[in-house]
Protein backbone atom coordinates (compact mmCIF):
# COMPACT_ATOMS: atom_id res chain seq x y z
CA UNK A 1 0.00 0.00 0.00
CA UNK A 2 1.58 3.59 -1.01
CA UNK A 3 1.94 5.93 1.95
CA UNK A 4 2.85 9.57 1.44
CA UNK A 5 6.54 10.74 2.83
CA UNK A 6 8.10 13.49 3.45
CA UNK A 7 11.65 14.70 2.15
CA UNK A 8 14.00 18.07 2.70
CA UNK A 9 15.67 18.52 -0.73
CA UNK A 10 18.23 21.08 -1.13
CA UNK A 11 17.23 23.75 -4.26
CA UNK A 12 20.88 23.95 -5.46
CA UNK A 13 22.50 20.62 -5.17
CA UNK A 14 19.62 18.39 -4.92
CA UNK A 15 20.40 16.76 -1.35
CA UNK A 16 18.17 14.86 -0.19
CA UNK A 17 17.50 14.77 3.83
CA UNK A 18 14.71 13.51 6.16
CA UNK A 19 14.53 16.49 8.02
CA UNK A 20 14.79 20.22 7.68
CA UNK A 21 18.21 21.62 7.66
CA UNK A 22 19.26 25.51 7.86
CA UNK A 23 22.56 25.01 5.61
CA UNK A 24 22.76 22.26 3.32
CA UNK A 25 26.04 19.83 4.25
CA UNK A 26 26.51 19.07 0.41
CA UNK A 27 26.74 22.38 -1.47
CA UNK A 28 26.99 24.40 2.27
CA UNK A 29 24.38 27.24 1.14
CA UNK A 30 21.88 28.34 3.60
CA UNK A 31 18.24 28.34 3.34
CA UNK A 32 18.06 26.47 0.48
CA UNK A 33 16.12 23.01 1.74
CA UNK A 34 12.53 22.71 0.50
CA UNK A 35 9.96 20.71 1.77
CA UNK A 36 8.87 17.95 -1.15
CA UNK A 37 6.08 15.22 -0.50
CA UNK A 38 7.18 11.96 -2.23
CA UNK A 39 5.03 8.61 -2.46
CA UNK A 40 6.75 5.17 -1.33
CA UNK A 41 5.60 1.94 -1.64
CA UNK A 42 5.65 -0.62 1.09
CA UNK A 43 5.10 -4.03 -1.00
CA UNK A 44 5.77 -4.89 -4.21
CA UNK A 45 2.63 -6.81 -6.05
CA UNK A 46 2.77 -10.25 -7.65
CA UNK A 47 2.51 -9.00 -11.26
CA UNK A 48 5.68 -6.95 -10.99
CA UNK A 49 7.32 -9.57 -8.64
CA UNK A 50 6.61 -11.89 -12.20
CA UNK A 51 7.98 -9.17 -14.51
CA UNK A 52 11.10 -9.04 -12.37
CA UNK A 53 11.74 -13.00 -12.16
CA UNK A 54 11.05 -12.74 -16.19
CA UNK A 55 14.28 -10.30 -16.77
CA UNK A 56 17.26 -12.03 -17.56
CA UNK A 57 20.70 -11.07 -18.74
CA UNK A 58 22.06 -11.14 -22.27
CA UNK A 59 25.63 -12.26 -23.45
CA UNK A 60 27.80 -9.52 -24.86
CA UNK A 61 27.79 -11.47 -28.25
CA UNK A 62 24.07 -11.50 -28.74
CA UNK A 63 23.27 -7.46 -28.33
CA UNK A 64 22.88 -6.38 -31.97
CA UNK A 65 24.89 -3.42 -32.52
CA UNK A 66 23.15 -0.68 -34.91
CA UNK A 67 24.63 2.95 -35.90
CA UNK A 68 22.65 5.65 -35.00
CA UNK A 69 21.14 7.38 -38.28
CA UNK A 70 21.71 11.30 -37.38
CA UNK A 71 20.35 14.70 -39.05
CA UNK A 72 22.02 17.94 -39.54
CA UNK A 73 21.28 21.05 -37.36
CA UNK A 74 22.23 23.09 -40.30
CA UNK A 75 24.97 24.56 -38.64
CA UNK A 76 28.55 22.69 -39.21
CA UNK A 77 29.86 24.03 -36.24
CA UNK A 78 26.86 22.65 -33.99
CA UNK A 79 27.12 18.77 -35.91
CA UNK A 80 30.90 19.15 -34.64
CA UNK A 81 30.37 19.60 -31.11
CA UNK A 82 27.59 16.74 -31.23
CA UNK A 83 29.73 14.41 -32.84
CA UNK A 84 28.29 14.59 -36.48
CA UNK A 85 24.46 15.97 -35.40
CA UNK A 86 21.54 15.19 -33.54
CA UNK A 87 20.68 11.36 -32.93
CA UNK A 88 16.99 10.49 -32.92
CA UNK A 89 15.83 9.51 -29.33
CA UNK A 90 18.35 11.88 -27.63
CA UNK A 91 18.01 13.84 -24.98
CA UNK A 92 20.06 17.59 -25.01
CA UNK A 93 20.05 19.67 -22.61
CA UNK A 94 21.47 23.51 -23.74
CA UNK A 95 22.61 26.11 -20.79
CA UNK A 96 23.44 29.24 -20.99
CA UNK A 97 23.80 32.84 -19.22
CA UNK A 98 20.28 34.48 -19.73
CA UNK A 99 20.67 36.87 -23.26
CA UNK A 100 23.42 34.63 -24.69
CA UNK A 101 21.47 33.63 -27.41
CA UNK A 102 19.99 30.22 -26.23
CA UNK A 103 16.38 30.45 -27.90
CA UNK A 104 18.00 32.42 -31.08
CA UNK A 105 20.16 29.19 -31.81
CA UNK A 106 17.42 26.48 -31.32
CA UNK A 107 14.77 28.94 -33.32
CA UNK A 108 17.52 28.73 -36.17
CA UNK A 109 18.24 25.55 -36.06
CA UNK A 110 14.01 24.81 -35.63
CA UNK A 111 14.30 26.40 -38.93
CA UNK A 112 16.67 25.02 -41.07
CA UNK A 113 15.32 21.21 -39.71
CA UNK A 114 12.23 22.50 -41.05
CA UNK A 115 13.19 23.38 -44.28
CA UNK A 116 13.67 20.11 -45.25
CA UNK A 117 10.78 18.89 -44.70
CA UNK A 118 11.20 17.50 -41.11
CA UNK A 119 8.26 18.64 -38.48
CA UNK A 120 9.60 20.75 -35.31
CA UNK A 121 7.61 21.15 -32.30
CA UNK A 122 8.69 24.19 -30.84
CA UNK A 123 7.15 24.40 -27.13
CA UNK A 124 7.98 27.75 -25.19
CA UNK A 125 7.25 28.34 -21.06
CA UNK A 126 8.93 31.88 -21.45
CA UNK A 127 7.13 33.62 -24.60
CA UNK A 128 4.07 33.82 -26.12
CA UNK A 129 3.93 32.13 -29.88
CA UNK A 130 3.70 36.09 -30.92
CA UNK A 131 6.97 36.61 -29.26
CA UNK A 132 8.61 34.14 -31.22
CA UNK A 133 7.24 34.57 -34.71
CA UNK A 134 8.72 37.99 -33.62
CA UNK A 135 12.11 36.62 -33.51
CA UNK A 136 11.45 34.22 -36.76
CA UNK A 137 10.56 37.52 -38.63
CA UNK A 138 14.38 38.46 -37.52
CA UNK A 139 15.63 35.33 -38.60
CA UNK A 140 14.42 34.53 -41.83
CA UNK A 141 12.52 35.96 -44.93
CA UNK A 142 10.20 32.47 -45.17
CA UNK A 143 7.31 32.48 -42.90
CA UNK A 144 5.30 30.30 -44.96
CA UNK A 145 6.95 26.92 -42.70
CA UNK A 146 4.49 24.32 -42.99
CA UNK A 147 6.78 22.11 -40.56
CA UNK A 148 7.32 24.33 -37.37
CA UNK A 149 4.59 24.35 -34.97
CA UNK A 150 4.75 26.24 -31.78
CA UNK A 151 2.98 26.30 -28.55
CA UNK A 152 3.33 28.02 -25.71
CA UNK A 153 2.25 25.82 -22.53
CA UNK A 154 4.17 25.08 -19.41
CA UNK A 155 2.28 21.99 -17.89
CA UNK A 156 4.53 18.74 -17.78
CA UNK A 157 1.78 16.29 -18.61
CA UNK A 158 -0.11 18.14 -21.13
CA UNK A 159 3.11 18.66 -23.33
CA UNK A 160 3.70 14.95 -22.70
CA UNK A 161 0.66 14.01 -24.24
CA UNK A 162 1.28 16.64 -27.29
CA UNK A 163 4.61 15.30 -28.01
CA UNK A 164 2.79 11.66 -27.85
CA UNK A 165 -0.51 12.83 -29.73
CA UNK A 166 2.15 14.81 -32.43
CA UNK A 167 5.34 12.37 -33.02
CA UNK A 168 7.64 15.57 -34.78
CA UNK A 169 10.92 14.83 -35.81
CA UNK A 170 12.25 16.70 -32.83
CA UNK A 171 11.35 18.43 -29.95
CA UNK A 172 12.54 21.74 -28.42
CA UNK A 173 11.90 23.12 -24.71
CA UNK A 174 12.30 26.38 -23.38
CA UNK A 175 12.60 25.77 -20.58
CA UNK A 176 13.21 22.90 -18.42
CA UNK A 177 12.62 25.40 -14.95
CA UNK A 178 9.06 26.64 -16.19
CA UNK A 179 8.07 22.87 -16.57
CA UNK A 180 5.12 22.22 -13.59
CA UNK A 181 2.67 19.55 -12.96
CA UNK A 182 -0.50 19.41 -10.64
CA UNK A 183 0.58 15.84 -10.12
CA UNK A 184 3.56 16.90 -7.27
CA UNK A 185 3.44 19.94 -5.02
CA UNK A 186 6.61 22.76 -5.31
CA UNK A 187 6.77 25.59 -7.96
CA UNK A 188 7.95 25.54 -11.20
CA UNK A 189 11.98 25.49 -11.02
CA UNK A 190 11.87 23.51 -8.00
CA UNK A 191 13.84 20.29 -7.25
CA UNK A 192 11.45 17.71 -7.97
CA UNK A 193 9.25 19.64 -10.55
CA UNK A 194 12.44 19.77 -12.59
CA UNK A 195 13.34 16.47 -11.62
CA UNK A 196 9.80 15.25 -12.59
CA UNK A 197 9.58 16.93 -15.99
CA UNK A 198 12.72 15.70 -17.02
CA UNK A 199 12.14 12.38 -16.41
CA UNK A 200 8.65 12.67 -18.75
CA UNK A 201 10.20 14.38 -21.58
CA UNK A 202 13.29 11.59 -21.34
CA UNK A 203 10.62 9.03 -21.02
CA UNK A 204 8.53 10.26 -24.31
CA UNK A 205 11.48 10.62 -26.17
CA UNK A 206 13.35 7.28 -25.34
CA UNK A 207 9.72 5.52 -26.52
CA UNK A 208 8.58 7.47 -29.46
CA UNK A 209 12.12 7.76 -30.46
CA UNK A 210 12.07 11.48 -30.67
CA UNK A 211 14.77 13.52 -30.24
CA UNK A 212 14.32 16.42 -27.78
CA UNK A 213 16.34 19.40 -26.89
CA UNK A 214 16.02 21.19 -23.73
CA UNK A 215 16.87 24.91 -22.54
CA UNK A 216 18.38 25.12 -18.72
CA UNK A 217 19.11 28.30 -16.68
CA UNK A 218 22.23 28.57 -15.31
CA UNK A 219 23.11 29.76 -11.51
CA UNK A 220 25.38 32.97 -10.53
CA UNK A 221 28.23 30.76 -10.37
CA UNK A 222 27.73 29.37 -13.95
CA UNK A 223 26.60 25.99 -13.26
CA UNK A 224 23.39 24.22 -15.01
CA UNK A 225 20.71 25.45 -12.24
CA UNK A 226 18.19 22.79 -10.27
CA UNK A 227 19.40 19.10 -9.52
CA UNK A 228 22.59 17.52 -10.46
CA UNK A 229 20.70 14.30 -12.05
CA UNK A 230 19.22 16.85 -14.49
CA UNK A 231 22.87 16.75 -15.58
CA UNK A 232 23.26 12.79 -15.55
CA UNK A 233 19.52 12.20 -16.73
CA UNK A 234 20.10 13.65 -20.42
CA UNK A 235 22.41 12.58 -23.13
CA UNK A 236 24.24 15.59 -24.17
CA UNK A 237 24.75 18.94 -21.93
CA UNK A 238 26.09 21.80 -24.06
CA UNK A 239 26.87 25.28 -22.94
CA UNK A 240 26.52 28.28 -24.63
CA UNK A 241 29.12 31.11 -23.17
CA UNK A 242 30.52 34.55 -24.66
CA UNK A 243 30.63 38.10 -23.55
CA UNK A 244 27.47 40.04 -23.94
CA UNK A 245 29.18 42.95 -24.72
CA UNK A 246 30.96 41.32 -27.65
CA UNK A 247 29.66 39.12 -30.61
CA UNK A 248 31.19 35.81 -30.12
CA UNK A 249 29.71 32.92 -28.81
CA UNK A 250 31.14 29.40 -28.13
CA UNK A 251 29.14 26.01 -27.79
CA UNK A 252 31.18 23.85 -26.06
CA UNK A 253 29.85 20.00 -24.95
CA UNK A 254 30.57 18.95 -21.34
CA UNK A 255 28.91 15.88 -21.64
CA UNK A 256 27.97 13.65 -24.56
CA UNK A 257 27.29 9.89 -24.88
CA UNK A 258 26.89 9.77 -28.46
CA UNK A 259 30.29 11.79 -28.89
CA UNK A 260 32.94 13.75 -28.11
CA UNK A 261 33.32 16.37 -25.20
CA UNK A 262 36.44 17.92 -26.51
CA UNK A 263 34.93 19.28 -29.67
CA UNK A 264 33.84 23.29 -29.42
CA UNK A 265 31.29 25.22 -32.20
CA UNK A 266 32.33 29.26 -32.62
CA UNK A 267 29.68 31.29 -33.24
CA UNK A 268 28.76 35.46 -34.06
CA UNK A 269 25.29 36.96 -32.83
CA UNK A 270 24.30 39.46 -35.40
CA UNK A 271 21.52 41.37 -36.47
CA UNK A 272 20.44 38.68 -38.42
CA UNK A 273 20.55 35.65 -35.86
CA UNK A 274 23.39 33.54 -35.06
CA UNK A 275 26.33 32.87 -37.75
CA UNK A 276 28.73 30.09 -37.50
CA UNK A 277 32.60 31.37 -37.66
CA UNK A 278 34.43 28.65 -39.61
CA UNK A 279 37.37 30.75 -39.88
CA UNK A 280 38.21 31.98 -36.20
CA UNK A 281 41.06 34.08 -36.59
CA UNK A 282 38.90 36.70 -38.52
CA UNK A 283 37.63 37.59 -35.36
CA UNK A 284 40.74 37.03 -32.92
CA UNK A 285 42.96 38.64 -34.86
CA UNK A 286 42.99 42.42 -35.89
CA UNK A 287 44.74 43.93 -38.90
CA UNK A 288 48.01 44.87 -39.54
CA UNK A 289 48.60 46.37 -35.59
CA UNK A 290 52.18 46.83 -34.98
CA UNK A 291 51.87 49.17 -31.58
CA UNK A 292 54.21 47.11 -29.01
CA UNK A 293 52.22 44.88 -26.26
CA UNK A 294 50.61 42.49 -28.84
CA UNK A 295 51.26 39.40 -28.87
CA UNK A 296 50.13 36.48 -30.67
CA UNK A 297 48.84 32.75 -28.90
CA UNK A 298 47.98 29.40 -30.67
CA UNK A 299 45.01 28.50 -28.24
CA UNK A 300 43.64 25.23 -28.46
CA UNK A 301 39.91 24.48 -27.46
CA UNK A 302 38.56 20.93 -27.52
CA UNK A 303 40.86 19.95 -30.33
CA UNK A 304 41.26 22.94 -32.37
CA UNK A 305 43.76 25.47 -32.64
CA UNK A 306 43.58 28.91 -33.76
CA UNK A 307 45.78 32.16 -33.25
CA UNK A 308 44.12 34.59 -30.37
CA UNK A 309 46.16 38.24 -30.06
CA UNK A 310 46.98 39.27 -26.14
CA UNK A 311 47.04 42.98 -25.87
CA UNK A 312 49.32 44.35 -22.98
CA UNK A 313 49.31 47.54 -21.43
CA UNK A 314 51.92 48.39 -18.84
CA UNK A 315 52.09 51.98 -17.38
CA UNK A 316 53.84 53.36 -14.00
CA UNK A 317 52.28 53.53 -11.41
CA UNK A 318 51.35 56.20 -8.45
CA UNK A 319 49.63 53.87 -5.95
CA UNK A 320 51.45 52.27 -3.15
CA UNK A 321 49.14 48.69 -4.80
CA UNK A 322 49.52 49.14 -8.55
CA UNK A 323 46.06 47.68 -10.18
CA UNK A 324 45.83 44.24 -12.16
CA UNK A 325 43.14 44.45 -14.78
CA UNK A 326 42.43 40.90 -16.79
CA UNK A 327 39.78 40.87 -19.80
CA UNK A 328 39.64 36.89 -20.87
CA UNK A 329 42.66 35.88 -18.47
CA UNK A 330 42.33 34.26 -14.93
CA UNK A 331 43.57 36.95 -13.14
CA UNK A 332 45.19 34.58 -10.34
CA UNK A 333 47.72 33.18 -13.78
CA UNK A 334 48.52 36.66 -14.76
CA UNK A 335 49.90 37.54 -10.71
CA UNK A 336 51.67 34.71 -11.30
CA UNK A 337 53.05 34.83 -14.42
CA UNK A 338 54.29 38.88 -13.07
CA UNK A 339 56.16 36.93 -10.25
CA UNK A 340 58.03 34.62 -12.72
CA UNK A 341 58.92 37.82 -14.65
CA UNK A 342 60.13 39.78 -11.50
CA UNK A 343 62.54 37.15 -10.48
CA UNK A 344 63.53 35.39 -13.68
CA UNK A 345 63.51 38.11 -15.88
CA UNK A 346 64.09 41.30 -13.53
CA UNK A 347 61.73 43.27 -15.16
CA UNK A 348 60.21 46.28 -12.86
CA UNK A 349 56.28 45.11 -13.02
CA UNK A 350 55.94 45.88 -9.44
CA UNK A 351 56.19 49.36 -9.94
CA UNK A 352 53.33 49.16 -12.76
CA UNK A 353 49.75 49.09 -13.46
CA UNK A 354 49.05 45.63 -15.53
CA UNK A 355 46.11 46.07 -18.13
CA UNK A 356 46.06 42.45 -19.99
CA UNK A 357 43.41 41.47 -22.47
CA UNK A 358 42.43 38.76 -24.75
CA UNK A 359 41.38 40.41 -28.26
CA UNK A 360 37.48 38.88 -29.75
CA UNK A 361 36.58 38.27 -25.95
CA UNK A 362 37.73 35.29 -25.85
CA UNK A 363 38.50 33.63 -22.70
CA UNK A 364 42.22 31.93 -22.23
CA UNK A 365 42.51 29.37 -19.82
CA UNK A 366 44.81 27.54 -21.83
CA UNK A 367 48.19 26.90 -19.99
CA UNK A 368 50.36 27.16 -23.08
CA UNK A 369 49.44 30.83 -24.02
CA UNK A 370 52.05 31.26 -20.53
CA UNK A 371 54.44 32.31 -22.37
CA UNK A 372 52.19 34.82 -25.19
CA UNK A 373 50.64 36.44 -22.52
CA UNK A 374 54.68 37.25 -20.85
CA UNK A 375 55.82 38.37 -24.47
CA UNK A 376 53.48 40.90 -24.70
CA UNK A 377 54.11 42.12 -21.24
CA UNK A 378 57.76 42.70 -21.92
CA UNK A 379 56.62 43.99 -25.64
CA UNK A 380 54.90 46.90 -23.66
CA UNK A 381 57.70 47.34 -21.27
CA UNK A 382 60.82 47.48 -23.87
CA UNK A 383 58.05 49.07 -26.42
CA UNK A 384 59.51 46.51 -28.81
CA UNK A 385 57.00 45.69 -31.86
CA UNK A 386 56.51 41.40 -31.44
CA UNK A 387 53.29 42.01 -33.35
CA UNK A 388 54.45 39.11 -36.24
CA UNK A 389 55.84 36.65 -33.18
CA UNK A 390 53.70 33.66 -31.82
CA UNK A 391 54.85 32.17 -28.41
CA UNK A 392 53.64 28.90 -27.36
CA UNK A 393 54.60 27.44 -24.11
CA UNK A 394 53.64 26.92 -20.68
CA UNK A 395 55.81 29.00 -17.83
CA UNK A 396 56.74 27.19 -14.51
CA UNK A 397 57.65 28.92 -10.92
CA UNK A 398 61.18 28.97 -11.81
CA UNK A 399 61.12 30.53 -14.95
CA UNK A 400 61.53 27.12 -17.26
CA UNK A 401 59.34 26.91 -20.30
CA UNK A 402 57.72 23.65 -21.21
CA UNK A 403 56.17 21.79 -23.82
CA UNK A 404 52.51 21.80 -23.88
CA UNK A 405 50.13 19.23 -25.31
CA UNK A 406 49.66 19.02 -29.15
CA UNK A 407 52.53 21.59 -30.02
CA UNK A 408 52.61 20.60 -33.69
CA UNK A 409 49.08 21.29 -34.25
CA UNK A 410 49.65 24.48 -32.53
CA UNK A 411 52.61 25.18 -35.12
CA UNK A 412 50.69 23.89 -37.87
CA UNK A 413 48.38 26.59 -37.43
CA UNK A 414 50.35 29.41 -36.73
CA UNK A 415 52.47 28.47 -40.01
CA UNK A 416 49.10 27.96 -42.02
CA UNK A 417 48.31 31.62 -41.08
CA UNK A 418 51.55 33.32 -42.49
CA UNK A 419 53.71 33.30 -39.17
CA UNK A 420 57.31 32.32 -39.26
CA UNK A 421 58.06 33.86 -35.63
CA UNK A 422 57.27 30.79 -33.58
CA UNK A 423 58.74 30.74 -30.13
CA UNK A 424 58.41 27.15 -28.17
CA UNK A 425 60.38 24.95 -25.69
CA UNK A 426 62.34 23.38 -28.73
CA UNK A 427 64.24 26.34 -28.87
CA UNK A 428 64.46 28.39 -25.57
CA UNK A 429 64.44 26.58 -22.21
CA UNK A 430 63.60 29.68 -19.92
CA UNK A 431 61.95 32.47 -19.81
CA UNK A 432 64.92 34.22 -19.18
CA UNK A 433 66.57 33.27 -22.16
CA UNK A 434 63.85 34.52 -24.10
CA UNK A 435 63.80 38.04 -23.09
CA UNK A 436 67.60 38.14 -23.27
CA UNK A 437 67.29 37.49 -26.94
CA UNK A 438 64.58 39.66 -28.15
CA UNK A 439 65.79 42.72 -26.09
CA UNK A 440 69.24 42.31 -27.79
Not at 133 to 144: E, H, I, M, P, S
Not at 160 to 175: F, R
Not at 265 to 284: C, D, H, L, T, V
Not at 351 to 375: S, W
Request: glycine share 8%; charged share 20%.
Amino acid sequence: MAKSATSFVCQECGYDSPAFLGKCPECGMWNTLKEIRIQSLNTVSRNQARAISEIKPHKLSEIVHQEKDRFSTGFSEMDSVLGGGIVPGSVALLAGDPGIGKSTLLLQMALNISLKKKSVLYISGEESEQQIKLRAVRLTKNLKNEFLFLVSLTNTDEIAGLIQNEKPGLVIIDSIQTMESENLTGLSGSVGQVRYAAAEFIKAAKTLNVPTVLVGHVTKEGMVAGPMVLSHMVDTVLFLEGEKNTGTRILRSLKNRFGPVDEVGIFAMQEGGMEEIKNPEQIFLTKSNNAPGSVLVANLEGTRAFLVEVQSLLIYSKLPMPRRVTAGIDYKRLELLLAVLQKHARLPVEQMDVFVNAAGGMKITDPACDLGICLSILSSIKNINLSRVVGIAEVGLLGELRTPPFLEKRIKEAKKLGFTKIITPKDYHSIEEVVRILTK
